[in-house]
């Protein structure tokens, strides 16, 4: 069975830092590229950050570059995302999902379309307070 389990959220502050975690299993996790979308209440799923697990190359969406690190320990079979400088506007359900195909997941990320990557997460909440 395939799970991917996304931790690590809260509340905090603005210009606080949150580290999420996505624990998987049931893949070959080095075939897949690993995404963190987020959904903020009344809005459509947004693509955060992507890393392809074979050769560890990151993709980000603009308005986090700079602030949010996507990170992998295939021994683990876990990705990181660090989120420093936080913003209200950062507020959302944050989700990971996984493709074998990096191409597409960037596509989704652009899209927003979670729910057409392969495997995805149940999310978790992040609120930042202003």
């Known amino acids: 069975e395939v799970q991917l389990v996304e931790s690590g959220g809260g509340l905090v502050q603005a210009g606080g830092s949150l580290k999420l975690s996505c624990a998987s299993s049931?893949?070959?996790?080095?075939?897949?590229?690993i995404a963190w979308f987020r959904q903020a209440p009344g809005k459509d799923p947004e693509g955060v950050a992507c890393?392809?697990?074979?050769?560890?190359?990151?993709s980000y969406a603009d308005s986090v570059k700079g602030r949010f690190t996507i990170s992998s320990d295939n021994a683990r079979n876990t990705v990181f995302l660090q989120m420093n400088s936080l913003k209200p506007e950062d507020t959302a359900v944050y989700y990971c999902a996984a493709d074998r195909l990096l191409a597409y997941t960037l596509e989704a990320m652009r899209a927003g379309a979670l729910d057409g990557m392969d495997y995805r997460g149940k999310g978790t909440l992040v609120t930042v307070s202003s």
């Open positions: 890393i392809k697990n074979s050769d560890g190359s990151t």
């Open positions: 049931g893949f070959t996790f080095g075939d897949y590229t």
